[in-house]
Nanobody, 118 residues
């Protein structure tokens, strides 16, 4: 099973920034996509952003223009740069990979808490 290790969560004031990292234990070319989902208390897990192995990105409308997803293939790592954070961005953020090799399945990280509050 793929191991995904997240880091970078924490407490930040509204308008602030955080960068989340997700390191995979193998080359990201083993995946169709990687990205981030989030789950706020009492809500369903929702898509934040994804990136394909070709570098194509997709963002939920609520974070577009504030969040940027990028990848460092040499480090098997994806990064989520989050700017202009709002209280409604408060959630547990989960790294996600749609694994391609050796067979297709979804892999998840353990989650990292992001809290936006003054």
């Amino acid at each position: 099973q793929v191991q995904l290790v997240e880091s970078g969560g924490g407490l930040v004031q509204p308008g602030g920034s955080l960068r989340l990292s997700c390191a995979a234990d193998r080359s990201i070319f083993n995946f169709f996509t990687m990205g981030w989902y989030r789950q706020a208390p009492g809500k369903q897990r929702e898509l934040v952003a994804t990136i394909t192995s070709d570098g194509d990105t997709h963002y939920d409308y609520s974070v577009r223009a504030r969040f940027t997803l990028s990848s460092d293939n040499a480090k098997n790592t994806v990064y989520l740069q989050m700017n202009s954070l709002k209280p409604e961005d408060t959630a547990v953020y989960y790294c996600y990979a749609n694994v391609r090799i050796p067979y297709q399945y979804d892999a998840w990280g353990q989650g990292t808490q992001v809290t936006v509050a003054s």
